[in-house]
């Protein structure tokens, strides 16, 4: 089994401001990481897949970098609508596994 | 667009069965990908359950491996979910999600259906 494990599990900021999200797991997995936005009461929903490849329709401001164990996920110019948890998943090998999210609140 | 669907009882007895199924719309089963389950304690993480094929080939998170059932239904677009022998732990958001794993451009789970709440309690 793959352990992910995201830093920081809490992150306060203002809109504007730059966040960055940290995904490491505990072996390689080359670039099979998603990463997910969740909002509550809602189901995730596909940011980044292939570490650093944008999925269609999400803003520019998000992007990915990483590759092997060690994994970001950037927020360039925070917005209102980013306020949410943020989870990565790897996909490389069985069985699929998440970290234990992110959660990204107004400070 | 692809939407999926779950359904079924929101509340299961302990030691019962909990049984959901994921109805597809926008794309049929049957031209491809892995379709598959994943939930979520209420306040807590995401755990993948397991996924299955058109064909019927299954896998499935070895945690769970032992009362785990996922069955497809290609007539009705539907791919259905078994967990046996539940107990409080049990209790979650139940998501259905296709599993882009083995296709040409893998990319995790997209899309998700909206996900339902099951409650294990007597």
């Known amino acids: 089994v793959i352990w992910m494990t995201q830093s920081p599990s809490l992150l306060s900021a203002s809109t504007g401001d730059r966040v960055t999200i940290s995904c490491r797991m505990s072996?390689?997995?080359?670039?099979?990481l998603a990463w997910y936005q969740q909002k509550p009461g809602k189901a995730p929903e596909l940011l980044i897949y292939?570490?650093?490849t944008l999925q269609s329709g999400v803003p520019s401001r998000f992007s990915g970098s990483g590759s092997g164990t060690d994994f970001t996920l950037t927020i360039s110019c925070l917005q209102s609508e980013d306020f949410a948890t943020y989870y990565c998943?790897?996909?490389?090998?069985?069985?699929?596994?998440f970290g234990p999210g992110t959660k990204v609140d107004i400070k | 667009q692809v939407q999926l669907q779950e359904s079924g009882p929101g509340l299961v007895k302990p030691s019962e069965t909990l049984s959901l199924t994921c109805t597809v719309s926008g794309y049929s089963i049957s031209s491809g990908y892995y379709w598959g389950w994943i939930r979520q304690p209420p306040g807590k993480g995401l755990e993948w359950i397991g996924s299955?094929?058109?064909?019927?080939?299954?896998y499935y998170n070895p945690s769970l491996k032992s009362r785990v059932t996922i069955s497809v239904d290609t007539s009705k677009n539907q791919f259905s979910l078994k967990l046996s022998s539940v107990t409080a732990a049990d209790t979650a958001v139940y998501y259905c999600?296709?599993?882009?794993?083995?296709?040409?451009?893998?990319?995790?789970?997209?899309?998700w259906g909206q996900g339902t709440l099951v409650t294990v309690s007597s």
């Open positions: 999600a296709r599993d882009t794993k083995f296709s040409l451009d893998p990319r995790g789970f997209d899309p």
């Open positions: 292939a570490a650093s």
């Open positions: 998943q790897q996909y490389y090998s069985f069985p699929f596994t």
């Open positions: 299955i094929y058109h064909s019927g080939s299954t």
């Open positions: 072996q390689g997995i080359s670039s099979y």
